[in-house]
């Protein structure tokens, strides 16, 4: 249940749905952080830091969806943020990492969880979070 008052009336369903779309997102993020530990256990000197940095981005990113489940209309600019960062990957594998080994699952998952996120966003209007006051 998020903890910003949710819109009155119907539109209280769309924070659920948005709450869920982000859930989904951050259970994704916690299985791969979960299955990136034996990646970083088994990594070489020269993959340990690169794979170190996944595993922490993989956490950091379920945070940051737990937190715009539970506040999504309190955290301004942290929305654009999250979908700038997580479309990153999609348009680099599509683009310029074609001949990476890792690029066509940047495109597909990532791609998926943009769209999640995306969805969540218009769901839960992100976009109108208060500006701080000065």
């Known amino acids: 249940m998020p903890l910003d008052p949710a819109p009155s009336g119907a539109a209280a369903w769309r924070d659920r749905l948005g709450a869920l779309l982000l859930s989904v997102c951050a259970a ?4 791969a952080a979960i299955s990136a530990v034996d990646t ?3 990594a070489g000197s020269a993959t340990e830091a690169v ?14 969806f737990v937190l715009l489940a539970l506040a999504p209309r309190q955290l301004r600019g942290l929305w654009e943020l999250t979908i700038v960062a997580k479309l990153a990957l999609p348009v680099a594998g599509a683009t310029f990492l074609r001949g990476s080994a890792d690029a066509s699952s940047f495109v597909i998952f990532d791609g998926i969880v943009t769209v ?14 208060p500006r701080p006051h000065r």
């Not at 994704?28 to 299985?31: D, E, K, L, N, W």
């Not at 996120?117 to 976009?127: C, N, R, T």
């Open 51 to 64: 794979e170190t940095w996944r595993l922490v981005g993989f956490l950091f990113f379920a945070g940051v």
């Open 40 to 42: 970083v256990a088994d």
């Open 116 to 129: 999640l996120l995306v969805a969540a966003y218009v769901s839960m209007a992100g976009w109108t979070a």
């Open 28 to 31: 994704g993020a916690i299985v």
